[in-house]
């Protein structure tokens, strides 16, 4: 057999990947639902004024997200480091980095693609302003990889653990309090009638920055999991 | 070879750092003890009042080197983190390890003298004020750290990995104290009254404060280097060295990595 290169491996993994992902679509809409019913937890527990609801809406899907990115990333290493796939991907020779970016790209694809996707219906259930519609959009399309980047990270430091349960979110959710702050600001801002670009900028910087790094963040995580 | 770099070879084996920990553990303390009681006593009772705060100002000397001590050791924990990482030195992956509770501990110290110290000259414990929120999350990924160090059975493995959260933790911690400060500043432009002490502090208000900053950097070297003792022993237990040191008679462990013979 041909040993392959490192593009021709990221994308067979991709593809592997995402072939898992549509044969379990069903598992794949869980985020979905997840996020739908934490935003209606939200006006049961905080009443249904329409005005008071319209002016959290954009913060209450921020925080949606972030929590239903969060209960996908467990699977993210899990199913592989179980059955040794992740350490052949650790010991295939192609550099690791670039197969855990394909793996985040295939989890944002999954979760963070959808999501962003789904929030202009849950914005819309709560009353956000509709001007503020494209800029949550936008702000999900630059922060919900961001997410996704982050939490392989984290996902890929608890592999070496048996479960990494609630340890997980320990890890996670001080890392993306920037990504939740600019989303939010940004949405906050163009609800209230200000810029938001000085929010979206921050967070396409956060992405330009995260991109690079974190994968290689991941495959030193991985390494040091299967080592 | 170089002498530091020399040293530093050594340093990587554990009877060597035991030795060194051993003689200079007591020296940290105790100065670090001398320091602390001329500081707080100059700081408590011999310094001027504020005149703006009174006496209330005299728990800076207490908060600010903590807060100062929750940042430093975090960056010692990180830097412990990449020379673990990059060669696998097992006193690096301790001494990050042991840093990790004394750093909580002074971030924790630092937030909650923050808050009494609020109490009086904001008139409440906790507002969402940029600094808080960015100290009380750098407690959280010290407790990120340390939960997964624990939650690892592999020691080494555990520590290695405790070190790259540290590392990526260190990376985040500009950008969320950056991020957090915009937040602030977004949602409520001047409505906590920061009282910010002017930018010459009086020096007999000053001496105090850096000599504290002194002492909580050699306690900090007594805690973790109490702590990595210890730990060395637990993980090199069995081996010569420790029982000699134990007072037991030296063995031919089974289970050290010298072959066995055929």
Known sequence: MRPGTPSTAALALLRRDLLLLWRQRADALNPLLFALMVATLFPLALGPEAGMLSRVAGGIVWVTVVLANLLSLDALFRGDAEDGSLDQLAVSGQPLALLAGARILAHWLGTGLPLTLVAPLLAYMLGLERAALPVLVAALALGTPLLSLVGACCAALTVAMRRSGILLALLVLPLTVPVLIFGAGAVEAAATGGDPSAALLFLAAGLALALPLAPLGCAAAIRIGTA | ?262
């Open chain 2, 1 to 262: 070879m170089n002498r530091f770099v020399l040293w530093f070879h050594r340093m990587g084996s554990p009877p060597t750092f035991y030795a060194f920990a051993e003689r200079w553990r007591p020296w940290f303390l105790w100065s670090a003890l001398a320091i602390t009681a001329v500081a707080l006593y100059w700081g408590l009772a011999r310094a001027p009042d504020d005149y703006l705060q009174g006496d209330s100002f005299r728990i800076i000397y207490i908060h600010v080197p903590s807060a100062w001590m929750g940042q430093f050791i975090f960056l010692a924990m990180a830097i412990c983190g990449f020379v673990a990482i990059v060669w696998r030195i097992k006193i690096a992956e301790i001494m990050g390890i042991a840093s990790a509770p004394v750093g909580a501990a002074f971030t924790a110290i630092a937030l909650a003298t923050g808050s009494l110290w609020g109490r009086p000259t904001w008139g409440t414990y906790w507002v969402w004020d940029a600094r808080l929120t960015s100290t009380l999350v750098l407690l959280f990924l010290y407790f990120g750290v340390i939960g997964l160090y624990r939650a690892i059975e592999d020691r080494r493995k555990a520590a290695r990995a405790a070190g790259l959260l540290a590392i990526i933790g260190l990376v985040n911690i500009p950008i969320i104290q950056y991020s957090v400060y915009w937040w602030n500043t977004l949602h409520q432009p001047s409505s906590i009254k920061v009282t910010k002490m002017s930018s010459t502090i009086d020096p007999s208000m000053l001496w105090p404060l850096l000599a504290m900053a002194v002492a909580t950097k050699l306690y900090y070297a007594w805690s973790a280097l109490s702590r990595a003792q210890l730990m060395v022993l637990e993980m090199e237990s069995g081996k010569d060295w420790v029982r000699e040191l134990a007072g037991l008679p030296r063995v031919a462990s089974p289970s050290t990595d010298t072959p066995r013979e055929a």
